[in-house]
C-alpha cells in the first residue's frame, strides 16, 4: 500500500535546499564549543574544519579529537577528494 507510511513534515523544521545551517560543534575534554556554517549541500571547507579545531583544542599534538576539534562523536567526516568535509 504506497504511502500509507510517509511521514509527516515536522512542524518547524523548514530546511531548505539553498539554506545555510549552523551547527554547533563542543568539545568536552577543553570545555569549549563554536559554531560553524554549513554549505547547504552539507559540506564545510577545511578552513572552517581547521578553524573550528583551533578553537576547540588549539594544542599542537593534543589527540582528544579529530580533524575538526569537537568530542565526543564528531559530526564532521572527511577530508572528501575534493578537500571538502561532510556533516552527518
Ligand atoms: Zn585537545
Redesign the pocket.
Known sequence: MPGRHSEPALPGVAETEDTVKTIELR?D??NTHTRIRVRPDGTVSARVVSRARRTL?G?NG?T??GADGSRPGSRIVGPTPSGDFLVL
Open positions: 568539545n575534554f577543553h583544542c594544542c593534543c582528544c579529537s
